[in-house]
């Protein structure tokens, strides 16, 4: 099974610290270069909107935003189905460092969102179902991450935190078909549709290089987030040892006085 | 297997209705909720009928809430969850069963006293009918839910409010679904039985992720 024990093979920390170290700096530049491209496009060469103007721009950030949101999201779920089925050691090193990344676009998300809703809706915040399904997500997140500050051992806190993610993972399929239940103020699919993008190829472009961007970035800050997290676990252990060492050194001290 | 499950369930019916049992506090925690929000809002009662429903929802939400964080917690502290987890009973079914005690010492008797309380906010009979009933199927979804957050938090000291914030956006659909069943039946433009159906489904699902779910983290966590 070779490329099962190529998977494994990442199991061994060691090794995925070596080849995080390798990889970083080609994704951090890929990430910036794709972003100077695609802001450029979005905001230079996409066309305004003939009914929104120039406030169509926000969507370039808007809607690669919010499909990161929910692909952190689904990332974390398949991390704890490999925390909780497989064991996988970095499972929830992955899960851990995916939950303020997924926060953070969801976030940008809501709040470029809203700022889009002013001009437009007339208002910054209406309680559609999109909005409100999107809002749970973020309130998901945070959720997550109180939960994993709460556990001490980082262990047991993966597999409660696994748990609670497999458990909201149901909120995704709302999030996504939400618009399509619910016909109400947000605006249906444009890109991925049965019959094809509703969306003008001068825009989809744009909005394409944008969505790309966004995910070599996620990535990008995931490696990295799972860098910070093996090393912070390493520190941890250090840690312990050394109070123990000091520990024992100060029980033979003891034992010596008596 | 069925004999455990009563068992549990009568332990935990008897523990409630004991000193130091939380039977009767969430009762008091769901009146206090419904007596304080007039006095927050004013004494109108066009309004208050109008907001009825939401607010005896929003109210039965919290109440839940309240018994939630104790209902592993102590069988942690006291060491009985080491016999429940050793058991020869699969532990989803004491799960169930302490789901159960719960629903019957919460869920129940709010769904029961709602009417009582909808007279102090002006319910017309059938809106404190229609409270009642989506109440009566809507908490088993609440308790349930909670179950999977009070497992989670199960062996912390300091899990009551994690609990709550854990626990409350999964509780949100249970709650828009329960409240506009509610005030379809007190005249909208959508029929109740849409709303109430979906409720039930609602609920059907919760039970059966919640008990499942619950359990696992039980094992993974206790």
């Not at chain 1, 619910?182 to 993008?197: E, K």
């Not at chain 2, 506090?25 to 809002?41: D, E, N, Q, R, W």
């Not at chain 2, 994690?162 to 029929?191: D, E, Q, R, Y």
Request: glycine share 8%.
């Amino acid at each position: 099974m070779p490329r099962l024990s190529s998977l494994w093979n990442l199991a061994n920390p060691t090794r995925f610290l070596g080849l995080a170290d390798r990889l970083l700096p080609w994704l951090a530049a890929l990430a910036a270069a794709l972003l100077a491209v695609g802001l450029y496009l979005s905001f230079f060469v996409a066309p305004p909107d003939y009914q929104q103007g120039e406030t169509v721009r926000i969507m370039f950030i808007h809607v690669p935003a919010a499909w990161l949101g929910l692909f952190m999201y689904v990332m974390m779920s398949a991390s704890a189905l490999g925390t909780l089925v497989w064991r996988h050691p970095l499972a929830d090193v992955a899960q851990k460092a995916a939950a303020p990344i997924g926060a953070a676009f969801t976030f940008v998300c809501l709040v470029t969102g809203s700022l889009w809703g002013k001009p437009m809706w007339g208002t910054w915040w209406v309680w559609d179902a999109r909005l409100t399904s999107v809002l749970v997500l973020f309130l998901m997140y945070l959720g997550i991450m109180a939960l994993w500050r709460a556990v001490d051992d980082p262990g047991r806190a993966a597999r409660a935190v696994a748990v609670l993610t497999l458990v909201g993972v149901v909120n995704i399929p709302i999030i996504k078909f939400s618009v399509d239940w619910w016909s109400t103020l947000h605006q249906p699919a444009a890109v991925f549709r049965i019959d094809g993008p509703t969306i003008h190829p001068s825009m989809l472009w744009p909005l394409l290089v944008m969505a790309l961007a966004f995910t070599v970035l996620a990535v990008a800050l995931h490696v990295a987030g799972m860098r910070n997290e093996i090393l912070r676990r390493r520190v941890r252990s250090l840690w312990l040892m050394e109070a123990e060492r000091l520990d024992a050194g100060a029980e033979t001290a003891a034992g010596a006085a008596r | 297997m069925t004999r455990a499950f009563l068992a549990l369930v009568l332990r935990d019916l008897r523990l409630a209705a004991r000193v130091g049992g939380s039977g009767a506090m969430g009762l008091v925690f769901f009146l206090m909720l419904v007596a304080v929000v007039p006095f927050a809002l004013g004494p109108d009662l066009n309004l208050l009928a109008r907001i009825g429903p939401a607010l005896l929802w929003f109210s039965a939400v919290l109440a839940t809430l309240i018994g939630l964080d104790r209902l592993f917690q102590t069988d942690v502290e006291d060491g009985a969850i080491d016999l429940i987890l050793s058991s020869d009973t699969p532990l989803e079914v004491l799960v169930a069963a302490k789901g159960v005690a719960h629903w019957l010492t919460t869920g129940l008797p709010l769904a029961l006293l709602a009417p009582l309380f909808g007279l102090l906010l002006a319910l017309t009979p059938g809106a404190m009918l229609a409270v009642a009933a989506t109440l009566v199927v809507g908490t088993p979804a609440l308790t349930f839910i909670g179950a999977v957050g009070a497992a989670l938090t199960a062996s912390l000291g300091r899990g009551g409010l994690l609990l709550a914030i854990l626990v409350m956006p999964l509780m949100v659909p249970t709650l828009i679904f329960g409240v506009s069943a509610a005030n379809a039946a007190t005249g909208g433009t959508i029929a109740f039985l849409t709303p109430f159906l979906i409720l039930a489904a609602l609920s059907l699902v919760a039970i059966v992720i919640g008990i499942f779910a619950a359990a696992a983290a039980l094992r993974q966590s206790a």
